[in-house]
């Protein structure tokens, strides 16, 4: 069974930074590109950034591009996000999701850990 | 970047009824169309992807359709457990965008 276990958020002041981390069981972790999408509340999904199955190749919405650092540890089942420069507007809900297949292009989520809420106040 | 948009924002049915949701591209994304199924406090569960292809697992009363621009999300007859908010989002081209949802209510 696919898990994907999402930890790191929390409340964070505005202009700081945090680190989430994703923990995945149950597929081969190195075989899947991996996203995270977030879903501020009450509102609709935003995907954030997208990873290739080796780390080579990284894609990112512009609303995140050039704060937000996507990476993953093959070797640890485990996949990360570096959220820098954080305001208000970045307050949501991040979910990790596995892709249906390795490569990046034309391929999308299949499955979707439960999510860590990152609140961004003062 | 391509823009999903979802009618009704709201659809109001009785269980046992069937349901049709549309989303529309602003531009073609062939058939790389998927719909998830988002039911609140809970993480989305895709359904369909290919515009048509029912995921593992779901039921055979959800049934996609389209190509192009125009594309639906039918449900042949809603049971209690359908009513949720459903997103289609393209995977055509960068950045992966969503639909902003289609509420299925009672």
């Known amino acids: 069974e696919v898990q994907l276990v999402e930890s790191g958020g929390g409340l964070v002041q505005p202009g700081g930074s945090l680190r989430l981390s994703c923990t995945a069981s149950?597929?081969?972790?190195?075989?899947?590109?991996m996203s995270w999408v977030r879903q501020a509340p009450g509102k609709g999904l935003e995907w954030v950034s997208t990873?290739?199955?080796?780390?080579?190749?990284?894609y990112y919405a512009d609303s995140v591009k050039d704060r937000f650092t996507i990476s993953r540890d093959n070797s640890g089942d485990t996949l990360y996000v570096q959220l820098n420069t954080l305001s208000a507007e970045d307050t949501a809900v991040y979910y990790c999701?596995?892709?249906?297949?390795?490569?990046?292009?034309?391929?999308?989520?299949?499955?979707w850990g439960q999510g860590t809420l990152v609140t961004v106040s003062s | 970047e391509i823009v999903m948009t979802q009618s009704p924002a709201t659809l109001s049915v009785s269980p046992g009824e069937g349901a049709t949701l549309s989303c529309r591209a602003s531009?073609?994304?062939?058939?790389?169309l998927a719909w998830y199924q988002q039911k609140p406090g809970q993480a989305p569960r895709l359904l369909i992807y290919?515009?048509?292809t029912r995921a593992t697992g779901v039921p055979a009363r959800f049934s996609g359709s389209g190509s192009g621009t125009e594309f639906t999300l039918t449900i042949s007859s809603l049971q209690s457990e359908d009513f949720a908010v459903y997103y289609c989002?393209?995977?055509?081209?960068?950045?992966?965008?969503f639909g902003g949802g289609t509420k299925a209510e009672i």
């Open positions: 999701a596995k892709f249906h297949g390795s490569g990046t292009y034309y391929n999308f989520p299949d499955y």
């Open positions: 149950g597929f081969t972790f190195s075989d899947y590109a």
């Open positions: 990873i290739n199955y080796n780390g080579g190749s990284t």
């Open positions: 531009q073609s994304v062939s058939s790389y």
């Open positions: 290919g515009a048509s």
């Open positions: 989002q393209q995977y055509h081209n960068w950045p992966l965008t």
